[in-house]
């Protein structure tokens, strides 16, 4: 009568086990397929940019989706594609936009003036596969998920901070770039980019004049951080000096102790030692007996960690 009853509830426990397993594998299904993988190493990541009218600067909204308008980088000339950063790889990356246009120019004179910022923007983790963007309208994906739409948090955004001059007939601008991003912790969510900024540096000493129909030579030098801090920096002007000369300090304070002690065992300390073993031979059954336990110590006196405290008892034993 028992054994039956105690099968039946073990076979019914493993049961409402497996469904809920079944159950809790089944929602998570669709939260897998919706958040990508993160990035792998050296991983593409293509940059776009708020599409902007080129009379007032504004950003530009696309009227179907009511969202903002993201375009590609213009394309480098170096790779003949916008510009792409690679997760985790810090490099310098040149992108020569080659025909400064019209409208461009416009664009770039808002930058320069800070009217506008050049907001860009970069996939936290890699997009996912256009089902996903199929539900919605397929013609809008590629350019306008806006930063106010639903989509929104799969970007990170990157405004680039140029500088530079404004002059009547052409700007100057400060093309040499800091490009940082950071990726959250891999403890947190791995292959993912947290926050990224660009910003020209020595604006005026290190910049190109461009008119119309110019080439723009940006030079972005790119730095990866693994996690949301910054590490410190500033270690002072002339840091480098100060640490070198301690260091050099500490180094040649430890060789030349190591010098002093090499000497005092490797020469000094035999010769005393043999010295007085010298000295104790005549008179060494005058004061054998008081100095027991110094006096077979000496008779094998190579063994090397004893040597300091065989020279004191026998200094003293040498007073007696
Ligand atoms: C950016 O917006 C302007 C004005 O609406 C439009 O003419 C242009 O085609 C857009 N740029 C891209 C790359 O879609
Ligand atoms: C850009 O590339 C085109 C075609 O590859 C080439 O004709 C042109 O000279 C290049 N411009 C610069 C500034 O390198
Ligand atoms: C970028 O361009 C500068 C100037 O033309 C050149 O000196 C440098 O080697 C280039 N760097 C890379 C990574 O191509």
Not at 92 to 120: G, K, Q, V
Not at 223 to 238: D, E, F, K
Not at 256 to 281: M, N, Q, T, W
Not at 282 to 298: A, D, I, S
Request: hydrophobic share 35%; net charge neutral; proline share 7%.
């Amino acid at each position: 009568m028992y054994p039956p009853r105690s099968i039946w509830l073990s076979l019914l426990a493993l049961y409402s086990f497996w469904t809920s397993l079944a159950h809790a594998l089944s929602g998570q299904e669709p939260l897998k397929s919706a958040q990508t993988d993160g990035y792998k190493l050296g991983e593409k990541i293509p940059v776009s940019c708020l599409n902007r009218s080129i009379e007032t600067g504004e950003h530009i909204t696309d009227l179907a989706s009511g969202q903002l308008q993201y375009i590609p980088f213009p394309v480098c000339n170096e790779t003949g594609r916008p510009l792409e950063l690679f997760f985790g790889v810090e490099k310098e990356i040149n992108c020569t936009i080659d025909f400064i246009s019209d409208s461009f120019f416009h664009l770039l004179e808002f930058y320069i003036h800070n009217d506008a910022p050049l907001t860009c923007r970069i996939p936290s983790r890699p997009l996912p596969p256009s089902p996903i963007e199929d539900e919605y309208k397929v013609s809008d994906t590629e350019s306008q998920e806006g930063a106010l739409g639903t989509q929104s948090t799969l970007y990170t955004p990157m405004v680039i901070a140029l500088s530079g001059t404004l002059q009547l007939s052409h700007i100057h601008v400060g093309n040499y770039l800091n490009l940082l991003v950071h990726a959250m912790p891999k403890s947190v969510s791995p292959g993912t980019i947290d926050a990224a900024a660009a910003y020209s540096v020595s604006s005026h000493s290190r910049n190109t004049k461009i008119t119309i129909g110019d080439t723009l030579p940006l030079q972005f030098s790119v730095r990866w951080y693994p996690s949301t801090t910054l590490p410190p920096g500033w270690t002072g002007y002339g840091g480098h000096v100060y640490k070198s000369t301690f260091l050099y300090c500490i180094l040649s304070a430890g060789a030349s102790a190591a010098i002093c002690i090499a000497y005092f065992r490797g020469v000094e300390l035999p010769r005393r030692l043999k010295r007085y073993a010298r000295d104790k031979v005549p008179g060494g059954g005058r004061f054998g007996g008081g100095g027991g336990y110094g006096l077979p110590t000496v008779s094998n006196g190579g063994g090397g960690g004893g040597y300091g405290f065989n020279g004191y008892s026998y200094g003293v034993g040498k007073r007696d």
